[in-house]
């Protein structure tokens, strides 16, 4: 597992999530820490392992 820093799309607020490093690509659904609503990550993993995220919201999916 592999932490990463994003920016919830409703709030803005930084969150620290963990994605599973392991996994080529993944997308899935992760409610936020401070104002609850539900996150749409979309997670790639490069070459060198690194995990790139981007957020979204529910509706913009």
Same mark, same amino acid.
């Given at each position: 597992m592999e932490p990463v820093l994003i920016y919830c799309p409703y709030c803005g607020e930084p969150i620290e999530i963990? #994605?599973?490093d392991s #996994?080529?690509?993944q997308s899935y659904v992760e409610d936020c820490q401070v104002c609850c609503r539900p996150i749409v990550l979309n997670v790639a993993v490069d070459e060198d392992g690194l995990p790139s995220v981007r957020a979204s919201r529910e509706d913009d999916a």
């Open positions: 963990y #994605v599973d #996994v080529e690509g």
